[in-house]
């Protein structure tokens, strides 16, 4: 767990001085903001020796000062998980005349996330 916290942090200030794919590839995290292709819909099986990486990062993100945002927790357990090729997307929707925006990891084609699929992605919302 201090590993994460130590992560989340320089997550953290790279978030506020840099722009997002720097940080992606400062992290080893891919990123895919510009595809049209909308959310995958197949749930990413994670080995199961993947499993202390998630549920720490998730512990950490839930506490963290700043806030526990989506985008955070992607970006940490992507960092964590960068050998499986993780892809960070992102996407919006609007409800009752509210904007929403959400992001997610995809690994192999499969969202680690199925409330993914309830937002188009940007590239598809640029169009």
């Given amino acids: 767990m201090p ?4 992560t989340l942090a320089l997550i953290e200030r790279s978030l506020r ?3 997002l794919p720097s ?3 400062r992290l080893g995290v ?3 903001l510009d595809s049209a292709a909308p ?3 197949e749930r990413a099986v994670l080995p199961r020796r993947t499993r202390p990486a998630v549920v720490a990062t998730r512990l950490v993100a839930a506490c963290w000062p700043a806030g526990d945002t989506c985008l955070r927790r992607c970006l940490l357990i992507g960092h964590r998980l960068r050998e499986l090729d993780p892809v960070l997307r992102i996407g ?3 409800e009752d005349g509210a904007f929403f925006a959400h992001s997610w990891l995809e690994i192999g084609g ?3 996330d199925p409330g993914a699929s309830a937002f188009a ?3 598809a919302a640029g169009r």
């Avoid at 590993?3 to 130590?6: H, L, M, T």
């Fill in 110 to 112: 499969r969202s680690l």
């Fill in 17 to 19: 001085t840099e722009d």
């Fill in 30 to 32: 891919g990123w895919d």
């Fill in 121 to 123: 992605t940007l590239g």
């Fill in 23 to 25: 940080t992606c590839l």
């Fill in 39 to 41: 959310p995958a819909r």
């Fill in 92 to 94: 919006v929707r609007r």
């Fill in 3 to 6: 590993r994460a916290v130590v």
